[in-house]
């Protein structure tokens, strides 16, 4: 695990300080005093270095849904999820205090970008998923994934617009106002368009 976090660091320094694209895995491999095959065991593809937290942040998804009071809203949950985040900042998934440099590196790389799409449709798949295991109220597959794909668009959409704030004012805080203003919108539309549904909190 130290070895994997070594070179999840080393690859984060490089790809900020030279872009993404510029890097090579050979690179990563030397900076991290590894062998080339010892970040692929550890990352199947490039990608998987820049976004290393990726099941982190999926894991805390899921287990909000999960531990919910029963006959609660999910989306409410998660929508209170984006509240604790801000409030109990965690060191290992922080918003907006130094993830500026991050998302802009990101949004200058086209395979970063791609990457992030996917993983964002997998997200809604998988939580479309857990929607249905959860719903008592025989709710269809398509209100699962119409209700994953609209709360994961507000926390998406609230994300970005957050760091266009923080990269135009530099201003965490501001960003962070941002921030759960836009998911509160989406979770009040989100509970609109879901509701007499079991996402939409009545199964």
Known sequence: MATRQAISDVATRLFIERGFDQVTIDEIANAADVGRMTVFNHFPRKEDMF?????????????????RPPGSS???????????????????????????????????????????????????QDLAALLRQESTGGDDENTAFLAAALITSAWSTAFLRAHAELSRTGDAHAAKRVFLRVVDLGVVGTLAALEGTAPGGTG
């Open 51 to 67: 976004f290393d937290r990726e099941e982190e942040a999926r894991a805390l998804a899921f287990e909000t849904v999960r531990s």
């Open 74 to 124: 999910p989306i409410k949950a998660l929508g209170a999820l984006a509240h604790q985040m801000i409030e109990q900042p965690s060191e290992t998934l922080p918003l907006f205090e130094d993830t500026r440099v991050f998302v802009e590196t990101a949004q200058a790389s086209e395979t970063l970008k791609a990457r992030a799409r996917q993983m964002r449709d997998h997200f809604v």
